[in-house]
């Protein structure tokens, strides 16, 4: 809409410009100058007073068009920052929980069995939420309501942090009930014990 906005005030812009280099004003003082008197210094009056008029409009377009620039450049930078921040949201809070998966892992080697649920979680987060991101959003809709996926991402990721939790401070019994209940759904090959 601003572009089509844009693009008219150039095109009257123009015109007037036209209007300018084809003399109207002249065209005007001559229909004037038939009524009254050629030598009448109200023929330069009326030319001086057409030309300030088109010269006056010209100037609130250009004043419109440079309004317009700075609305579209400011609403970019806008978009742009919201993305970058959405974007840090996403790859910080996966960068930290990977970082705090493999530290548990060394620190609690015994939690082994235990620290596939939570990285397991995290995996198929990371994944489904990438491939939901960059392929199944509305990207319009998102930069025009600013309805962007990191914050939603936090609270999902919440759950994994909790599971980690868990494992560090209250020796994975949650984490174990939840591998023993997925073993003894596939037929209680193993169990798992609390760490």
Request: net charge negative; with cysteine.
């Amino acid at each position: 809409m601003a572009s089509a906005l844009y693009e008219r005030n150039e095109n009257e812009i123009e015109r007037r410009r036209e209007m300018l280099r084809n003399q109207v004003h002249e065209r005007m003082a001559d229909a004037i100058a038939q009524i009254q008197d050629l030598d009448c210094e109200c023929r330069a009056k009326w030319a001086g007073w057409i030309e300030g008029q088109s010269d006056a409009r010209i100037q609130l377009l250009q004043q419109a068009n440079e309004t317009l620039v700075d609305f579209i450049q400011g609403t970019y930078a806008r978009v742009v920052t919201d993305l970058k921040r959405d974007i840090r949201i996403f790859t910080g809070t996966n960068a930290l929980l990977f970082l705090l998966l493999l530290v548990i892992a060394f620190a609690k080697p015994q939690a082994t069995v235990q620290l596939f649920v939570p990285g397991l979680l995290l995996a198929a987060a990371t994944l489904i939420c990438s491939y939901f991101y960059i392929f199944e959003q509305n990207w319009l809709l998102t930069i025009i309501y600013s309805d962007y996926l990191g914050i939603a991402y936090l609270g999902y990721l919440s759950l994994v942090f909790a599971l980690l939790c868990d494992i560090v401070l209250n020796r994975a019994r949650v984490t174990t009930e939840i591998v023993n209940l997925v073993l003894n759904a596939i037929g209680k090959a193993a169990t798992a014990v609390p760490c």
